[in-house]
């Protein structure tokens, strides 16, 4: 190694201006018992020299990186940067920082992203689950080790872990029988992996309200897929090659809705006339569709918030998060013309 890439010590700053390395230690921490034209001159030779400071191996001294770890299926949803948003402001509020990997809803690269975190020593972790995570054992190091694990809108229950997440059940419900209070007899409802909580909450919300209805469930009508746009377009042709086609359809998010809409669109199903639309999560592009989307308004950012927050107190304020209550976050139902067969808002 060359000395252009030898690392700077303070040793090396203390050498160049004949002082002690204590004294150069003290300096660079902004110490009030360093004369301040001595702390001017060891900035301004740190400076330089090109010194960086060796945060990690004074967080292995102090057993604190000053880090929170988050794991998130995808970045690009609009929901999932509002959380990320919500997080950051209670994170850097309290001087921690933030380490953000995804899984890209894969459960392999999931336990992979959380032997990282480990590694690095995170001070905490917050994680919104992959699309296929079939059990959390990659997240036993961490409970096993006293790390605080919070899960939030993808959620696993846990003894030692709180979770924030909104009633899924009750806003599918309230989904559902919107659509049959507009004349929907026949139902159809796109969900995801059963595994997760959101999607299973929202199906047995919507089996519960065609049950409470008198409408009768049929089982060609619950289709799972990975909810994805593509997975929106096949899911219209599987739906209009039916013998019976539906005439209301409820899709567990944005998304898959909208896709699905355009694709019948184009084979010229007029929409909510002769089918009725409804999404899940208020994405920005449910104002863009035409007609707009019926969907269910849950905050992005007040989870972030309100996971960083159970987070930093039990890392700043020692709360015990074994006693901290999983909390459930309220959601809207906000009603548009995709679902209006009746022409008015109720």
């Known amino acids: 190694m060359s000395d252009q890439e030898k690392e700077v010590t303070i040793y090396d700053i203390a050498n160049k201006l004949n002082i002690s390395a204590a004294t150069v230690s003290r300096g660079l921490k902004d110490h009030p018992a360093i004369n301040k034209n001595t702390k001017k001159k060891i900035l301004a030779a740190a400076a330089e020299m090109g010194y960086r400071s060796n945060s990690f191996a004074s967080n292995l001294r102090k057993k604190s990186s000053h880090i929170i770890g988050v794991i998130v299926p ?155 746009a593509r997975a929106g377009n096949e899911a219209a042709n599987q739906l209009l090659n039916l013998p019976v086609r539906p005439d209301g359809v409820f899709v567990a998010n944005d998304i898959c809705a909208i896709s699905c809409m355009q694709a ?42 309100t996971a960083a927050r159970i987070m930093i107190n039990h890392l700043v304020n020692n709360d015990d998060l074994q006693k901290t209550q999983s909390l459930i976050l309220r959601s809207e139902l906000i009603i548009r013309e995709s679902s209006l067969k009746k022409g008015s808002k109720t």
């Open 74 to 228: 995808r970045l690009n949803s609009s929901f999932m940067s509002d959380v990320i948003a919500g997080i950051e402001k209670v994170v850097n509020e309290a001087n921690y920082n933030l380490f953000i990997s995804q899984s890209l809803e894969s459960m392999k690269k999931e336990v992979s992203n959380a032997k990282a975190m480990f590694n690095n020593r995170v001070d905490g972790l917050m994680v919104s689950l992959a699309y296929d995570t079939s059990d959390i054992a990659h997240f036993e190091s961490f409970i096993n080790r006293g790390i605080p694990l919070v899960f939030f809108d993808r959620i696993y229950e846990h003894e030692k872990c709180p979770s924030i997440y909104i009633n899924n059940y009750k806003a599918a419900y309230d989904i559902t029988s919107h659509l049959i209070e507009q004349g929907c007899k026949r139902i159809a409802h796109i969900s995801g992996n059963q595994l997760r909580n959101v999607y299973a909450e929202r199906t047995r919300g919507y089996q519960q309200a065609l049950k409470d209805n008198h409408v009768p469930f049929d089982d060609t009508l619950l289709i799972i897929n990975d909810l994805s």
């Open 264 to 305: 019948m669109k184009k084979q010229d199903i007029k929409i909510p006339d002769d089918i009725a639309f409804a999404g899940f999560n208020n994405d920005p592009t449910s104002c863009v569709i035409e007609p707009n989307l019926t969907t269910i308004d849950y905050k992005g950012y007040e989870m972030g918030e």
